[in-house]
């Protein structure tokens, strides 16, 4: 089974950037599509970014189109997500998540409920 660990969130003005890694170990990377979700308190986790197994396809929330970039490289096992121009509205939890390949991510990419390992979380405060 592939374990998750987040790492990268932290303090932040508004304007600035943040990257985000998500480490994976203890199994087949490269059999997972991959996604980041942020999620605040009595909120339902939202999908911010994802990325397919073999990196070739990329997908964005509204929110976070033209800011955040989502990249992998399967060699290194690491996720990342690089977040520029930061809003106060981007504090959040960021959780790295892993869904095993499937032929229809296009369209599930979205749904956490899709997705079969996570990382513990990571916190991203921007600050105004």
């Known amino acids: 089974q592939v374990q998750l660990i987040e790492s990268g969130g932290g303090l932040v003005q508004a304007g600035g950037s943040l990257r985000l890694s998500c480490a994976a170990s203890?199994?087949?990377?490269?059999?997972?599509?991959m996604g980041w979700f942020r999620e605040a308190l009595g909120k339902e986790r939202e999908s911010v970014a994802a990325?397919?197994?073999?990196?070739?396809?990329?997908y964005y929330s509204d929110s976070v189109k033209g800011r955040f970039t989502i990249s992998r490289d399967n060699a290194k096992n690491m996720v990342y997500l690089e977040m520029n121009n930061l809003i106060p509205d981007d504090t959040d939890v960021y959780y790295c998540?892993?869904?095993?390949?499937?032929?229809?991510?296009?369209?599930?990419?979205?749904?956490?409920?899709?997705?079969?390992?996570w990382g513990q979380g990571t916190q991203v405060t921007v600050s105004s």
């Open positions: 990325i397919s197994w073999g990196g070739s396809n990329t």
């Open positions: 998540a892993g869904a095993m390949r499937s032929g229809n991510f296009r369209n599930e990419y979205q749904n956490y409920w899709k997705y079969d390992i």
């Open positions: 203890g199994g087949n990377f490269e059999y997972y599509n």
